[in-house]
C-alpha cells in the first residue's frame, strides 16, 4: 500500500507527542488562535456555530503556508470537487457494560441515570457521548439523557417509571422521579382534578400510559378538548384518543373526464338473451313464443 500510494511510514512511540510535532503542535495553535481568551458558550451547537464562524473568517482573511499567493479559502474551494463528500457527523462514543438497579437507574462516571423499567434485570450499553448518554439492551434504546458532568447527581426521565406506576400509583404524588416533572397545562389542570377524586392516582396512571404509545401532545390534546367539556376522568380522555387514532374517511375520487363512459349501461338483463343463439343463428324465448331472430348487434349491450 505505502508503494502504491508512494507513501513513506515512520514509526512513532506511543503517546509521545515530541515525536510528531507537525500533528499534536496544531493543537496548541488552535488553542492560541481560537481560544484566547478563553470564551464561555451556553451549549455546544452555540461553540460549533461561533467555531465555524471564526474558522471561514481566518481561512478567507490568511494566506496559503504553502501557495501565498492565494488564501486558505481560495485553495479550499479549487478542491472541494475533489474531497469526499459530507455523510454525517462521526458517531463517536464510549461503550461501557452496565447492570440496571431495582430503582431502574445505572451508573456512569460517578452519575446514576434511569433507564426504562422494563430493562431492570438485564445487562445494558451505555454510550457515552459529549453531549448524551444513551443506553442500549437488545438493539433499542432504553434511556437517553443529557450527559451531566457533576458529581453524585440522578438525573430522571418520568416516562420510565410509568409502568410502575401500573403497579404502584401512589408513587405519582411523593416519588422521586415525579416531584419536578412539568406536565403541559391541560394534563396538569386533569392531575389537579384527579387527585381530589377517590381512585384518581388510578385514572392519572393510565392517563399518562398512553403517552407511551401516543405522545405527550396528543394525550395534552386530548385533554384539553375534555376539559372543554367540563369532564376530566381517565375513560373520557382515553376514548378522545381512541378516536383520534381512527383512520380518517377515504377521500372521494373525481373521475377523469377521459373514463367517463359514453353509453351509460341500462339495467336490463334481458338483453343477455341475445347471447344464446342456436345453430341457425336464431334463438328461442324461455317462454316458448316461437323463435326470435338474433341480435346482431352486440356493440348495443
Not at 470564551?39 to 471564526?54: G, I, M, V
Not at 387527585?195 to 392519572?204: C, K, T
Not at 380522555?237 to 378516536?243: D, M, P, S, T
Not at 367517463?260 to 343463428?281: F, H, I, K, M, V
Amino acid at each position: 500500500m505505502c508503494g502504491h500510494y508512494l507513501v513513506d511510514p515512520v514509526a512513532c512511540t506511543p503517546a509521545s507527542g515530541w515525536e510528531k510535532g507537525q500533528v499534536e503542535n496544531q493543537v496548541d495553535v488552535i488553542r492560541r488562535r481560537f481560544f484566547v481568551p478563553r470564551p464561555k458558550f451556553k451549549s455546544y451547537a452555540e461553540l460549533n456555530a461561533w467555531l465555524e464562524d471564526r474558522c471561514r473568517a481566518y481561512a478567507k482573511a490568511n494566506p496559503h503556508p504553502e501557495m501565498r499567493d492565494k488564501t486558505v479559502w481560495e485553495v479550499f474551494d479549487e478542491e472541494r470537487e475533489s474531497l469526499v463528500p459530507y455523510v454525517g457527523p462521526f458517531d463517536g462514543f464510549h461503550a461501557v457494560p452496565a447492570s440496571v438497579s431495582k430503582t431502574c437507574l445505572i451508573r456512569f462516571d460517578k452519575n446514576r441515570y434511569s433507564v426504562d423499567a422494563r430493562a431492570v434485570g438485564r445487562p445494558v450499553e451505555i454510550r457515552a457521548y459529549a453531549d448524551r448518554l444513551e443506553c442500549w439492551q437488545e438493539s433499542q434504546i432504553v434511556g437517553r439523557h443529557a450527559r451531566a458532568f457533576g458529581r453524585n447527581n440522578t438525573v430522571y426521565d418520568p416516562l420510565h417509571y410509568i409502568p410502575v406506576l401500573a403497579r404502584k400509583p401512589g408513587a405519582l404524588r411523593n416519588g422521586a422521579p415525579f416531584k419536578d416533572w412539568e406536565l403541559p397545562v391541560a394534563i396538569r389542570r386533569v392531575r389537579r382534578k384527579l387527585e381530589r377524586q377517590p381512585g384518581g392516582d388510578r385514572q392519572m396512571v393510565d392517563i399518562l400510559s398512553a403517552v407511551l404509545t401516543d405522545g405527550i401532545d396528543a394525550v395534552e390534546a386530548a385533554c384539553a378538548e375534555a376539559l372543554s367539556h367540563n369532564v376530566h376522568s381517565a375513560g373520557v380522555v382515553l376514548n378522545i384518543l381512541a378516536r383520534h387514532r381512527e383512520p380518517p374517511p377515504p377521500l372521494t375520487i373525481t373521475t377523469p373526464d377521459a373514463l367517463r363512459l359514453s353509453c351509460e349501461p341500462e339495467a336490463n338483463c334481458d338483453r343477455y338473451d341475445s347471447l344464446r343463439r342456436t345453430q341457425n343463428g336464431t334463438l328461442r324465448r324461455d317462454g316458448g313464443d316461437g323463435e326470435a331472430e338474433a341480435l346482431r348487434h352486440e356493440s348495443g349491450l
